[in-house]
């Protein structure tokens, strides 16, 4: 009786482990390319190569995501407030004219608060920042879809701590230019 009950346990145990070594087969897991153009010579067609994608010219003023030489790309707000200061109207000024000589260029404007309140309510925040942001621009005459606005709220914080410095810092939109 007492090796019934040994082999028995044991075959369980050897049935445990072999469910345990078996690896899913990512040979027939199903593959969706999302990014693939369904029109044209693009490599979700089987075309021959040719790309759809433009070429990107490094010679402008703000490749690599930079902007406007030369301008700030943060602007910053009070305490508990969406409300775009005056003192950033020439930032936003220079960001516009160049958005508006460059249609091809759009800009990412992230939304960010200090680390007090909750992370609800600073997404919130964040968000009514960068869609303030946006609509200065938009008054300046920069195309909607040259522009997206997002929030991290509390989530990238531009400084550590506590003290009033640090939140006045993460208190911000920042421009980041695609």
């Given at each position: ?11 369980v ?8 070594s ?20 693009g ?13 990107v010219?490094?010679n ?29 109207q ?5 960001h ?22 909750g992370r ?14 946006r609509?200065s ?7 909607d ?10 989530e ?8 009033e ?14």
């Amino acid at each position: 009786m007492l090796s019934f009950k040994k082999a028995s346990l044991a075959l369980v145990a050897a049935a445990v482990l072999a469910g345990c070594s078996s690896a899913p087969s990512l040979d027939n897991a199903p593959v969706e390319d999302k990014g693939a153009t369904t029109a044209g010579n693009g490599a979700g067609t089987g075309g021959a190569g040719q790309s759809t994608v433009g070429g990107v010219d490094l010679n402008q003023s703000g490749a690599n995501g930079q902007g406007p030489v030369g301008v700030a790309r943060v602007i910053y707000f009070d305490f508990d407030s969406y409300s775009v200061k005056p003192d950033f109207q020439s930032t936003l000024d220079a960001h516009a004219k160049f958005l508006k000589a460059n249609p091809s260029r759009k800009v990412m404007l992230e939304g960010n608060t200090d680390n007090r309140g909750g992370r609800e309510y600073n997404l919130a925040l964040g968000q009514k920042r960068a869609e303030a942001v946006r609509r200065s621009l938009n008054v300046l005459g920069v195309s909607d879809n040259q522009m997206e606005a997002v929030s991290f709220g509390k989530e990238k914080l531009a400084a550590e701590g506590s003290s009033e410095d640090a939140h006045a810092q993460n208190r911000r939109v920042e421009l980041n230019y695609r």
